[in-house]
C-alpha cells in the first residue's frame, strides 16, 4: 500500500493513527490524506513522524486540533516527505 485517503473519516483518532504508523513502520506508505479528520491532534502526528519513514505526501488540512508541535514531530522522523498541506488549519494555534 502505498496511498491512503482517510479525508473527511472524522471518528478516525490518534488511537487509530498510532497503529496505522505502527502498520506501516516496515511498508512504503508513502501518500496520506487526513484532511478533515478532526480528532487528529500532536499526539497522532507524533506517531507518523516515528513510523511513516517513507512518507512523501501529507495531507492535514482543516485538522483544528494541531499545534506547532506537529510540525516539530514531522520535521524530526518525515525525513523523506516533499508535500505537506496544512491549509485552513486553525489560525488560532497552528503556524503562525
Known amino acids: 500500500l502505498h496511498t491512503l485517503n482517510l479525508k473527511g473519516c472524522s471518528r478516525f483518532t490518534d488511537v487509530g493513527l498510532t497503529l496505522l504508523a505502527e502498520s506501516f513502520s516496515k511498508d512504503h506508505l508513502q501518500e496520506l ?48 516527505l516533499q508535500e505537506l498541506d496544512l491549509a485552513c488549519c486553525s489560525s488560532r494555534r497552528v503556524l503562525s
Open 33 to 80: 490524506d487526513l484532511s478533515d479528520c478532526l480528532s487528529i491532534t500532536d499526539a497522532g502526528i507524533e506517531s507518523l513522524g516515528c513510523g511513516c519513514k517513507n512518507l512523501r505526501k501529507l495531507n492535514l488540512s482543516r485538522l483544528l486540533n494541531l499545534t506547532n508541535q506537529a510540525l516539530i514531530h514531522l520535521a524530526s522522523g518525515c525525513k523523506n
